[in-house]
């Protein structure tokens, strides 16, 4: 079944490639059908029943990626604090008259790409920034907070959002008859321009002028792209373009095993409690890892290997964060 032409992607993502490697085989042209299925059998629930030494019955359920139990368990709190970092890193002062100071960045990364070798960028995208890092480091420039947050377009190629804050304030004008901020400093903006070209493709750059502008950027990409996807796989391929966007994001992610959002940057960390060092979740080993399972084990929890478990993570310094089991 074809997809209407207005505003919709075409039934074939793979016109300008005619063989994709993945991990894990070979991608070949992939059907917005293909898409669904692939999606449905992802997100089917996964359910664990353990019987304690009590006879007592329990069930755990994995909230799985692209549900909206993942993202009310992982992603919300997480874009809560998200919130909080970036309301206090940012530095703005109106100077009047369209312009002012501020600290922080909007940028844009389109790729001049077919679909899978765009993402095969957003795949590679942290050590190619490392340029961009180095660039600002030689411009004495450091990044206090950065947020990238992935989106698919409506061609099905990648593109990547990103807000970007300084340990330095630099001069903007606001044209508010075009809705959109600038550079004021003709140097200053020769110099991001610089900075930030990673020779890919189309990017753009906007200064942060207000602080509710960066706070709705965040709530507007963030929370669309975390929101669960199963009530829209239900429509089959008849999607609103916002929703086939949701959907190709999550596959191409799950496929080629990328989070939809990152922090980097001084203040990355959003737990201040924890350091570095300290909060880090490890793959657990040896009395780390036996003093956990001896713990599951009294709640009936057995089998692991049976059950498919690839790892399980926790902080040896600080166990009262809990354990992720990764399958």
């Given at each position: 079944?074809?997809?209407?032409?207005?505003?919709?992607?075409?039934?074939?993502?793979?016109?300008?490639?005619?063989?994709?490697?993945?991990?894990?085989?070979?991608?070949?042209?992939?059907?917005?059908?293909?898409?669904?299925?692939?999606?449905?059998?992802?997100?089917?629930?996964?359910?664990?029943?353990?019987?304690?030494?009590?006879?007592?019955?329990?069930?755990?359920?994995?909230?799985?990626?692209?549900?909206?139990?993942?993202?009310?368990?992982?992603?919300?709190?997480?874009?809560?604090?998200?919130?909080?970092?970036?309301?206090?890193?940012?530095?703005?002062?109106?100077?009047?008259?369209?312009?002012?100071?501020?600290?922080?960045?909007?940028?844009?990364?389109?790729?001049?790409?077919?679909?899978?070798?765009?993402?095969?960028?957003?795949?590679?995208?942290?050590?190619?920034?490392?340029?961009?890092?180095?660039?600002?480091?030689?411009?004495?420039?450091?990044?206090?907070?950065?947020?990238?947050?992935?989106?698919?377009?409506?061609?099905?190629?990648?593109?990547?959002?990103?807000?970007?804050?300084?340990?330095?304030?630099?001069?903007?004008?606001?044209?508010?008859?075009?809705?959109?901020?600038?550079?004021?400093?003709?140097?200053?903006?020769?110099?991001?321009?610089?900075?930030?070209?990673?020779?890919?493709?189309?990017?753009?750059?906007?200064?942060?002028?207000?602080?509710?502008?960066?706070?709705?950027?965040?709530?507007?990409?963030?929370?669309?792209?975390?929101?669960?996807?199963?009530?829209?796989?239900?429509?089959?391929?008849?999607?609103?373009?916002?929703?086939?966007?949701?959907?190709?994001?999550?596959?191409?992610?799950?496929?080629?095993?990328?989070?939809?959002?990152?922090?980097?940057?001084?203040?990355?960390?959003?737990?201040?409690?924890?350091?570095?060092?300290?909060?880090?979740?490890?793959?657990?080993?040896?009395?780390?890892?036996?003093?956990?399972?001896?713990?599951?084990?009294?709640?009936?929890?057995?089998?692991?290997?049976?059950l498919g478990v690839r790892s399980i993570r926790g902080s040896p310094s600080q166990p009262e964060r809990g354990l992720k089991i990764i399958f």
């Amino acid at each position: 079944m074809g997809l209407p032409n207005n505003s919709m992607f075409s039934n074939n993502l793979h016109r300008e490639i005619e063989k994709v490697k993945c991990k894990g085989g070979e991608v070949e042209g992939v059907e917005i059908s293909q898409v669904i299925n692939f999606l449905n059998q992802k997100l089917k629930s996964l359910y664990l029943h353990f019987k304690n030494q009590d006879g007592e019955f329990l069930t755990f359920k994995a909230p799985k990626r692209g549900t909206q139990d993942y993202s009310n368990f992982y992603v919300q709190p997480r874009f809560r604090e998200i919130r909080k970092r970036v309301d206090k890193l940012l530095k703005i002062r109106s100077g009047g008259d369209g312009w002012g100071l501020t600290n922080a960045l909007f940028l844009t990364y389109t790729f001049s790409a077919g679909v899978f070798e765009s993402w095969e960028i957003v795949k590679n995208i942290s050590s190619l920034f490392d340029k961009v890092k180095k660039r600002l480091k030689r411009s004495g420039l450091k990044i206090l907070f950065g947020l990238s947050v992935v989106e698919a377009q409506k061609s099905g190629r990648a593109h990547i959002h990103l807000l970007i804050i300084f340990d330095k304030k630099f001069t903007y004008r606001v044209d508010f008859a075009k809705g959109r901020s600038f550079v004021k400093n003709q140097n200053q903006f020769e110099k991001f321009q610089k900075i930030f070209d990673l020779g890919l493709g189309f990017f753009d750059l906007q200064p942060v002028f207000q602080r509710e502008q960066a706070l709705s950027y965040l709530t507007k990409y963030i929370k669309k792209g975390a929101e669960g996807v199963e009530g829209v796989l239900n429509k089959g391929v008849d999607l609103g373009e916002s929703e086939l966007k949701r959907v190709l994001a999550l596959y191409f992610l799950l496929i080629f095993k990328i989070r939809f959002f990152n922090v980097f940057g001084l203040y990355r960390k959003l737990d201040v409690k924890y350091s570095n060092n300290l909060d880090r979740w490890q793959r657990l080993n040896l009395d780390e890892l036996g003093q956990w399972l001896e713990f599951l084990a009294l709640m009936g929890l057995n089998n692991w290997l049976d059950l498919g478990v690839r790892s399980i993570r926790g902080s040896p310094s600080q166990p009262e964060r809990g354990l992720k089991i990764i399958f």
